[in-house]
């Protein structure tokens, strides 16, 4: 009971399933009912009743909900007589009585809902009839869509400034306002809730360079009665998603009234670690960001002078002693020279000399060979050879028992997930032919001479292009010596890109940084006698290219010594998959690839040359791999493969047959 002019604000009644009435007002005119909750009554109770003249009575931002009420003779939820009706105010409800109760009686007449009491009385307004969704087991406690979030009038008579535990109106700012007054961010009922919404990102790595971003909002609220715990996420108010990718774009991914999951793709257009921002923006004015970190699985290229990081000869990175068969060291590449940390592979070129017996180099991890060597060779390759974390190599020597060798590695440059260089492949262009006068004079090139081979403007390389991979060819020599390729004007080089003997054919794929005047230079570091020299570009790196560079655990992609039959044959090609391993494991690449690949020819019965493409197209005049009758000899290379898938073409030209094995170490591809 009450007396005329009490204020009953910010209480609650729950599971009152003994009481006569929630709110009962007799004879109390000018009474204030705001800011209740009333739930949990029997059938038989209102949950506010308003008789005996309780005029000018005040009943708003009330939540009133009656789960029991199941039939249509349950008492009225709200119920203000007609002897009490005269300057009764009621709006700004949350009235529940379920599909068969009369939620209203006024003045003596009953209404199912709150539109049907306005266009009766105007009472009821802003009144809802729903449920207002206030527990729920487990961890979530309410939900975000329940009516009485932000739709309080804040200026009703007897609104308290905090709540039943003491807490000011806070609102959610993912729900649209609905209310009056300041602040018109309150719920209705006795309890506020304080909301902390936030949005968590997960990337995905998509191949390549490309990412999916899968956003989700979440929010959690409190009450001064308990912990946090989860919401509900309902309707909300439109919500767009802005996503900054971190490379300087950015993306609405998302712009509704439902606050849900969205997955959004991106790809980057250089490798690298991306710092990617996601900002959900409400219409109801706040923001909420998170942010998270992207790193893409391509790598760029650095071109670098030329590096000597390992000499057995001398001890430099090692210790100052030849290699022994069945023997492995260590390289250490990172910290030297101003190499970084974080590299993940590594382009080097490895020459072998002083060698005693037959025997091959493995680099790094894996079962695939670099170089193979024979008895008083001095013989040298190029890698591309991908590093584990510490930043160092395996150098490991296998052959015949009692062969050892020295070992020298220089480094040209290294891939990095950061700015660099991407790569673009071309077809095979030959750049210098000395023997016809094709990019420079028709003469031979002396014992320690050079001669600049013109990179920028052919088969159309920019003028942006750092370093270019090219394979070089020595031939009709007439002294042994060995040839380096390095930048135009860079001067006597101290380390080789292939080594020949009188008389000899030798080539190799390198990758050799380009000067400023658009040139490399290949040197002739013989003492005496000379050689024609033939340069054929495969492919550049410049900051413009698409490709980056994918290392992978080197493998055996082919060996045509363990199936009988399946050697090369004289004048004949044959096509290979290089995704497909001789171990029988499936690697997954790319179709269209450009393969970092070794090709080795052995047991050949007469000396010629590998060509290697593509397929398709009409077969180049450029060779991958130049060899003599029963030698084994390697090659590096960047090799094409088809369109559709990764498989390269391979023609023995020559007048014998040939066994042929071939090693991957990675590939270049777009995303």
Known sequence: MTAAGDVISTDAVLDGLEAVHGIDITGASNTVVTSNTIEYLPASANAISVSGGSTGTTIENNIVTYPQATTATAAPAVAVDASSAAGTTLDYNV?????????????GTGYQTAAALFAAS??????????????????????????????????????????????????DPLVAITGAGTPADCARGAIQQTYSPSVTAAATAQGGRGVSLATTMAETAATGGGPPRNVYLGTTAAVSYTINWGDGHTQTAQASSTAAQTSTPHTYAKPGTYTITDTASLTTGGTVSTTTSFTTAGSSFTAMK?????????GTGTLQQPLDNGNCTSAQVTGVDGIPAGITAVAVNLTVTNTVGNGLFVLGSGNASNLNYSAGQTVANSAIVPLPADGRFDVCVNGNVGTHADAIIDVAGYFSQSTGAGFQPTA?????????????????????????????????????VTAVAVHVT????????????????????????????PGQTISNTVIVPIAADGKIELYNGALTGSVDLIADVSGYFSPTAPDAFMPVTPYRAVDTRLTTGSSLASDSTESFALGATTSGTLQSIPAGATMAANVTATDETAGGSLIVDAGGTPRPDTSALNF????????????????????????????????????????????
């Open 95 to 107: 009235v529940y009585g379920g599909t068969a109760q009369t939620d209203y009686s006024w003045a």
């Open 122 to 171: 105007g009472q009821g307004a802003h009144d809802v009839n729903a449920d207002p969704l206030l527990y729920y087991s487990g961890t979530t406690f309410l939900t975000n869509s329940a009516p009485e979030i932000n739709s309080a009038n804040a200026s009703a008579p007897g609104m308290l400034s905090t709540d039943f535990f003491g807490l000011a109106c806070s609102g």
């Open 306 to 314: 030329p590096t000597r990081i390992f000499d057995t000869r001398n």
């Open 428 to 464: 095979p262009d030959r750049a210098l032919d000395t023997r016809v006068g094709t990019g420079a004079a028709k003469a031979e090139i002396g014992a320690k001479s050079s001669v600049s081979v013109p990179i920028v403007g052919v088969d159309s390389i920019p003028a942006d």
């Open 474 to 501: 020595e031939t009709n020599a007439t002294g042994g010596g060995f040839i380096a390729a390095e930048p135009d004007g860079a001067g006597v080089p101290t380390t080789s890109s292939l080594n020949y003997g």
């Open 628 to 671: 003599g009758k029963g030698q084994n000899i390697a090659g590096f290379g960047l090799f094409a493969t088809t369109g559709s898938g990764d498989s390269i073409s391979v023609y023995d030209d020559s007048p014998g047959s040939t066994d042929l094995v071939a090693d991957v170490f990675g590939y270049f591809a777009a995303s």
